[in-house]
C-alpha cells in the first residue's frame, strides 16, 4: 500500500517511467511509420489502465492536502446512499450519475469507474482520429498538466471535458456531437464556454484574426485585467452569469491570502500550442478541416480565459482550453506526410508537456 502522502509523486515518477521508455525509442525513427506496432499496442494498454486502476483505487477518505477534493465527493456520494430525498441544485447529469452509482455500487467503485469514464472515451475519440497513433495522444493526455487534477480534485470537470472531447470524434455526426455536449453540460456547466466557441467557428473561421485578438488580450489583461476583474465578478453573481460560483469565480466571501498575480507561467504553457499550430498552418500549410476548427476554438477560449487571469483559482477557466492541449499538440505533427523528424518533434512536444507538469505540480 502505497502512503497517502507519496501517492502524487509516484504517480509522477511511474508516468514519467512510461514516458521514457515509450518515447525515447522514437528517436531512433523518424517517421511513425517505422514506429513498431507492439510498442504501439502494449503501450497503450499500459496508458489505460495504469491511471484507471491507480487513480481509481486511490482511498476515498484521504487527506485533501494529497488528494484533494476526493474526500468532499465520498461524503456526497454517502449523503447520497443515506438519504434518497437529497438532491442536488446543479450539475443535474452528474447528481444522476451519482445517484445510479450509488444505488448498485461502493463509494470506491464510484472513483473507479469515474477513472474509467475519464480515460475510456477521450480514447476512443484519440482511436478514430490517429489509429494506431492513438498511443501518442494518449501519452499527451496523461502527461498534460491538468490530468492529475481533473482525476482526483475537480472530477465534475474531468468527466465533462472527457465527454466533450467524446462528443467532437462525431464531429461529422452533429447530432451525435450535439446530444453528447448536452451531457458533458449537465456534468458541469461551464463546458457551456467550449460549446459556444464550437458554435463560433462552425460559422467563422479566421485563425489569423482570432490570433490577433488573442495576442491584444494579452496586453489588455496586464494593463487593465484588475479593472476587468471587478467588472467580470458583477456579472458572474449577477442572475446573468454562467459560470458556477462553487468555483468562487464571482464569491465575495472569498478572499484569497493574496492578490493573484498575472500568470505568465500559464500564458506562456497555453502559448506553446498556439506557436505549434501558428507553424503547421501557415509555415507548412497544414489546412485539415477538423484541426483548424479545434484550434480556433482552443484560441477562443484561452483568449476569454485571459481576462479572468486575475481571478482566485483562473486555472479553472484556463482548462476550458488546456483540455485540447493533448489534441492540438499531436494531430499536425501525425497528420503531416512532408514534416522530417516526424518522431523527433512528437517526442519533444510530449517531453516538454511533461515537463510542464512536474514544474506545476511540485515546484
Keep these: 500500500m502505497i502512503p497517502i502522502e507519496n501517492y502524487r509523486i509516484t504517480f509522477f515518477i511511474v508516468v514519467t517511467t512510461i514516458v521514457i521508455l515509450g518515447v525515447v525509442p522514437s528517436f531512433r525513427y523518424r517517421r511513425l511509420s517505422s514506429f513498431p506496432d507492439m510498442n504501439l499496442v502494449v503501450g497503450t494498454l499500459i496508458l489505460i489502465v495504469f491511471p484507471i486502476l491507480y487513480l481509481g483505487l486511490r482511498d476515498p477518505y484521504g487527506s485533501w492536502r494529497y488528494l484533494g477534493d476526493t474526500h468532499n465527493y465520498t461524503n456526497k456520494f454517502l449523503r447520497i446512499q443515506s438519504d434518497p430525498f437529497w438532491k442536488s441544485k446543479k450539475d443535474l447529469g452528474f447528481y444522476v450519475y451519482m445517484k445510479f452509482i450509488a444505488n448498485y455500487f461502493s463509494v470506491q467503485s464510484f472513483f473507479l469507474i469515474s477513472m474509467a469514464l475519464y480515460v475510456l472515451p477521450v480514447y476512443i475519440a484519440f482511436l478514430k482520429w490517429f489509429k494506431k497513433y492513438a498511443y501518442f495522444a494518449m501519452i499527451a493526455y496523461l502527461v498534460s498538466m491538468s490530468f492529475w487534477s481533473y482525476g482526483v480534485n475537480g472530477i465534475r470537470n474531468g468527466l465533462a471535458t472527457s465527454i466533450f472531447i467524446f462528443a467532437l470524434s462525431f464531429y461529422d455526426r452533429k447530432w451525435i456531437m450535439a446530444l453528447l455536449i448536452a451531457v458533458s453540460i449537465s456534468f458541469h456547466t461551464t463546458i457551456v464556454l467550449p460549446t459556444l466557441a464550437l458554435v463560433i467557428v462552425h460559422f467563422y473561421n479566421n485563425t489569423k484574426l482570432l490570433l490577433k485578438i488573442w495576442g491584444a488580450s494579452i496586453f489588455i489583461a496586464l494593463f487593465v485585467g484588475r479593472s476587468l476583474e471587478r467588472s467580470l465578478r458583477l456579472v458572474l453573481t449577477s442572475t446573468l452569469g454562467i459560470f ?102 512528437l517526442a519533444s512536444s510530449v517531453l516538454i508537456s511533461l515537463l510542464f507538469s512536474w514544474v506545476a505540480s511540485f515546484l
Design 244 to 345: 458556477d460560483q462553487r468555483a468562487n469565480y464571482g464569491d465575495y466571501t472569498y478572499i484569497p491570502p493574496e492578490l493573484p498575480a498575472f500568470r505568465v507561467d500559464f500564458i506562456f504553457y497555453g502559448s506553446l500550442v498556439i506557436a505549434l499550430g501558428y507553424y503547421f498552418i501557415y509555415k507548412r500549410n497544414f489546412k485539415n478541416y477538423l484541426y483548424v476548427r479545434l484550434f480556433n476554438m482552443y484560441i477562443i477560449c484561452n483568449t476569454i480565459w485571459l481576462y479572468f487571469i486575475y481571478f482566485p483559482y483562473t486555472n479553472r477557466v484556463a482548462y476550458l482550453s488546456w483540455f485540447l492541449i493533448p489534441v492540438l499538440s499531436v494531430y499536425p505533427i501525425i497528420y503531416s506526410k512532408k514534416l522530417n523528424n516526424q518522431s523527433y518533434f
